[in-house]
């Protein structure tokens, strides 16, 4: 299949990257490439470092950025490891960095990857599939309590407690094994008056994905991590798709503009902390109307930026 992906807010984001021909750029998630395409034109002195965890789109980027020659180094990797790996090259300072979260629209459009409702497929959902964990692994393995608690956090299910009951109670007969499996026993868990509303499937398969591929957790570690990476006037832009990455986003740029822990009776601050830049987004960029009409998946997408200073 070939690898299409719709670079979400693509316009936006290279505005707000603030650009240097001779600058150190990051793409924590490659993907199709289409945000790597647009920085490493915009260079000359300059160079890209391109992350992805997922050999389709290592395969792929590789390809449609060959044309940038030794501007351009691609690594496959997450981008949790960007810090170590990046130093490892000598690198200890850059001018912007991308994340496009979420699953590329080859992942979910992939049958065999077992990402989406939609498909008949294994249950599969790894990004990376050198790890050994799958969405399979953890319907069949994981306690009724934790099926419960990452259908319920993850998945912000109001149901997600029948749904880990019905499935424990069906994987008790033989192992759920496909995605249609899965969604009959989520179906049978949910009040026929609610199906209406969507897709049943729709929140128990983002929890799902969020698990396998520790998504929030990786979210979690490297934003401190890729703030401290940014050189002076450097930009961090995330695109987020779920209100549970926005918050983690949203409040690791906040505190990163006032990390004071003093109490605030205190008359001046105490605790040393020094600001460490600039939340520019206090309301997240949204697609605009056309991008809207051209790609239905955007329509959650949320994009937040951070200035070092």
Do not use: W
């Amino acid at each position: 299949m070939e690898f299409n992906h719709y670079s979400v807010m693509l316009t936006e984001t290279i505005e707000q990257l603030h650009i240097r021909p001779d600058g150190i750029y990051v793409d924590g998630t490659l993907g199709g490439a289409g945000h790597a395409s647009e920085v490493c034109r915009r260079l000359t002195t300059g160079h890209f470092y391109g992350f992805d965890q997922d050999d389709a789109a290592i395969a792929v980027a590789t390809e449609r950025l060959a044309q940038f020659g030794d501007r351009v180094t691609i690594i496959r990797d997450n981008y949790c490891n960007a810090k170590t790996v990046l130093h490892e090259r000598g690198v200890d300072g850059v001018d912007g960095i991308v994340l496009d979260l979420g699953v590329s629209s080859y992942q979910f459009d992939t049958e065999e990857r077992g990402f989406s409702y939609r498909f008949d497929a294994p249950l599969d959902m790894r990004m990376d599939r050198r790890q050994e964990l799958t969405a399979k692994e953890i319907v069949n393995q994981y306690t009724e309590m934790e099926l419960f608690r990452l259908i319920r956090d993850y998945g912000e299910d109001p149901f997600a407690k029948n749904i880990a009951k019905h499935i424990v109670k069906a994987r008790a007969d033989k192992p759920i094994e496909t995605t249609f499996e899965l969604n009959e026993i989520i179906k049978a868990a949910i009040p026929a008056r609610m199906r209406q509303k969507g897709h049943p499937s729709k929140q128990t398969f983002q929890a799902l994905r969020i698990e396998c591929n520790r998504e929030l957790e990786v979210l979690r570690s490297a934003l401190d991590d890729f703030i401290g990476l940014l050189n002076p006037g450097g930009r961090l832009c995330i695109i987020t798709f779920h209100s549970l990455e926005d918050r983690l986003v949203k409040n690791a740029y906040r505190t990163a503009e006032n990390p004071c822990t003093c109490p605030p009776e205190f008359p001046v601050c105490v605790c040393g902390k020094k600001p460490l830049g600039e939340n520019i987004t206090r309301k997240p960029i949204l697609p605009g109307a056309q991008e809207l009409e051209e790609n239905s998946r955007s329509k959650s997408a949320k994009l937040r930026v951070f200035e070092k200073r």
